[in-house]
């Protein structure tokens, strides 16, 4: 699809990465981005429109829908992440949350908006993935990569789905972004800025899928490598 005079709704677009998406959105040639968050007023990009939205609450997520039925690209990137081992006596309750909101949100926000896309040409979806999506740190990162695990392998049966109807769908993995998410971890981190590029670059290309830095790709070719990555 074309960027340059798309509608565009990026969840999660009050910070960090989705308010480069709101950014680098508009600098491509947005005709208009909304920007959504559960605080409204936390979207603060000129040029972009906030709307309220709480992506685990199914009736504002409709709400939207109906609201919103000029969009023709759906940039889910709202995403949480809470780190701890799975032994720990909160695990469960930190697995349902994350999956709630990194994996069920995203599939939510797509079954409102497909008919909206389908409405308006076709369009796309892109959905904003992790590297963590193909392993775990251990004692860390074991819910949410369940979670973005779930959100990969729905985002995948989902792009068949949304086939029929011209609609692409694009995943996006990378490993640390340099955000407030990832303040405290050690290591290299990309640039938020450069992950926006590729995507919309992808998008226009239309590719299927994003690995954004050296750490994803890395990870994603010892998929099949003898032991394979998620083993090491």
């Not at 469960?92 to 999956?99: G, H, I, K, M, V």
Request: proline share 6%.
């Amino acid at each position: 699809m074309k960027v340059q005079g798309s509608v565009a709704l990026v969840t999660g677009a009050n910070r960090g990465l989705g308010a480069a998406f709101a950014r680098g959105l508009l600098a491509a040639g947005a005709a208009k981005v909304y920007g959504a968050a559960r605080d409204p007023a936390a979207v603060t990009t000129p040029g972009v429109t906030p709307v309220r939205l709480d992506v685990t609450k199914p009736e504002q997520v409709e709400a939207l829908a109906r609201e919103l039925a000029d969009v023709t690209l759906l940039i889910n990137n709202a995403g949480v992440a809470e780190f701890g081992p799975l032994l720990s006596p909160n695990a469960t309750e930190a697995l349902r949350r994350q999956f709630e909101t990194n994996a069920v949100g995203p599939l939510r926000l797509t079954q409102a908006f497909a008919p909206v896309l389908a409405a308006n040409g076709g369009g796309a979806v892109v959905n904003v993935l992790s590297v963590l999506s193909w392993l775990t740190l251990a004692g860390q990162s074991g819910a949410y990569s369940a979670s973005k695990a779930a959100a990969w392998a729905l985002g995948n049966a989902l792009r068949q789905e949304l086939k029929a109807q011209g609609t692409q769908l694009v995943a996006v993995h990378a490993a640390f972004i340099d955000t407030d998410m990832a303040r405290g971890a050690p290591g290299p981190k990309i640039a938020p800025e450069a992950v926006v590029s590729q995507t919309l670059a992808a998008l226009e290309a239309g590719q299927a899928e994003v690995l954004a830095d050296p750490v994803t790709r890395q990870v994603h070719a010892g998929l099949s490598a003898e032991p394979a990555a998620y083993l090491a």
